[in-house]
Each structure stands twice: as structure tokens, then as C-alpha cells.
């Protein structure tokens, strides 16, 4: 067992981190699939099983509980001494679709942007509550389970991160030059400062300050969590020399968080993140993967 790759997959149960828990286990990798409600992770590990797959299997875990996160770890130390492979997959949208048809009529995310926000209204919501939901989890929630698997993952002779993030996570979302650059120079960004700007976007969600301190608009508690994970991502391939930490945008996928909109299934869309788990000792490390190819952190505007 010692000798096999060991992955955990967060948000494991549906969509594309169960593709990617599919996808690991058939390049022979021994898979923990992971699900904050346990009969839907115990669905989804029968539905593999039922396909003939043996090498997953599933344990609950919650990745804003600390208690949930402890009991994870214990449960790999104990069956697989160590780990090779994280996929940060778990993630929360920020928003509740008020009116699914609307939205998608208006041609979903492909025509939305800050300058027509207000068509929006009465279509997309974003309350303050799912908007600090979306940041426990997408952010603070990853960099919870990241830094408790950290000590199994140095364990491992080719240990892999992979943070499942978003184009929504591009910087050229942000209205604001100043933070845009600060969140770009990772040379001097701390960990401590993109605490300090999500906190600060958080109170100016509250206090309805988005416009005028040039934070997204639209989306914005999603784009800000993606933003403030791809330069996560970046800090810790600096901090971890012998790990490969890289953050992938699966592409336009079709599930639950897109209003079942896109252009791919969650197949495809899983694809790059198991790429990206599975690469060479000598692959990339503090990368950005557009699908399959290497792309910049941008600051420019480019498709979804």
C-alpha cells in the first residue's frame, strides 16, 4: 500500500471532483473521496464501485471544521502513512440564482460583466452570508486542509497540490490598479496581507462598498476567493520547493454551481485537474493552467 499514490479529492461527491476521484483511481491511484454530507458521499463511492472501480474510498469531511479536517488526517496516517496528491475541489458559488431561466436566456456567464450589473437584478443574488460562506470555504476552508495534509504530503517522494480555481479568478476582475498589483507581485505578498484584503473585501460587501473601492461586481465574492487561492497557490509552491503546488481553471464545465450552463461536461472538465496531480517530478510548480496549457495569473480580460 506504501508503494501506490495516495490522493484525497475534497468535494469528492458530485460534478467535477467526482470525475476527478474517477479519473485518479483508473491511473491506479489509491483515492480518498471526500464530501461534507456522508450519504452523498457514500452514493457517490457505490457509483464508482458499481463501475468496477475498488481503489477509492470514502471519508466524510468538512473543510471549514477543524475537528472534521483532524479526522481526516488521522484516518491517512493510519491507512496510508503518508500522501501524495491534494485536489483543493470543494468550493461554494457566492450567489443564489433567483431566476435560472432568465439567466440562462441571457446567455449565462458569457454575457455577464460588471458594466451591466444591473440587468442582474432580480436574476442573481448575492447576500452577505452566502458571499462569507463562499470565502470560508473556497479560501480559508482550502488553506485549512492544505496546511494540516502538509506534514503527510512531505511524506511523499513526489507530493502534488492541485487548487481546482477559476477564470473568475483572473485579476483583471478587480477594479482597483493598486491591489491588483499587490496581489500580482508575489515576490512581496505575505500570506497574512491576502488575509487582510479578504477580510477587507468582506466588510465592504457588508457595508455595500464594492463600486467604490473597486472590487468585482458581479460574482465578486467568487472571483475575490479564486484570486486570493491562485496567489495562495503561489505562495506555497515558494514555501514547499520539494512539492508541485499549482492552481488549474477546469474551463466552462456544465454542474450546479454554473446553473448547469458551459460548454463541457465534468469529464472534461476534470481532465486538467488530474493532469496537473499527475505530473512529472520535473513539471511546473506555482502555475496557473488555462485547461491544459500554462497561462499566466492575468491581468487582462480573456474568455471563460
Known sequence: ?????????????????????????????????????????????????ASGISNVVFHQLDIKDQTS??????????????LDILVNNAGEGGTVFVDDKKFKDGGAFLTVSDETVALLTGIVAEPYALGELCLSVNYYGTK?????????????????????????????????????????DIENLTEERINEIVQWFLRDLKAAKLRENGWPLTFSAYKV???????????????????????VHPGYVVTDMSCNTGFLTAEEGAKPAVMAALLSDDGPSGVYFNRMEIASFTLEERPI
Not at 458530485?14 to 485518479?24: A, M, N, S
Not at 486542509?145 to 476582475?173: C, F, M
Request: with cysteine; glycine share 6%.
Open 144 to 184: 485549512k486542509v492544505t496546511e494540516a495534509l502538509v506534514p503527510l504530503l512531505q511524506l511523499s517522494k513526489s507530493p502534488r497540490i492541485v487548487n481546482v480555481s477559476s477564470a473568475y479568478g483572473d485579476l483583471h476582475w478587480f477594479h482597483n490598479e493598486e491591489l491588483k498589483q499587490e496581489l500580482h
Open 225 to 247: 476567493s479564486k484570486a486570493a487561492l491562485n496567489a495562495y497557490t503561489r505562495l506555497m509552491s515558494r514555501k514547499f520547493q520539494n512539492m508541485l503546488v499549482n492552481a
Open 69 to 82: 479536517i483532524a479526522n481526516l488526517v488521522k484516518f491517512i496516517e493510519t491507512r496510508f502513512k503518508k
Open 1 to 49: 500500500m506504501e508503494d501506490r499514490r495516495c490522493a484525497v479529492v475534497t468535494g469528492g461527491n458530485k460534478g467535477i471532483g467526482f470525475e476527478i476521484c474517477r479519473q485518479l483511481a483508473l491511473n491506479g491511484v489509491e483515492v480518498v473521496l471526500t464530501a461534507r454530507n456522508e450519504s452523498r458521499g457514500v452514493e457517490a463511492l457505490e457509483k464508482l464501485n
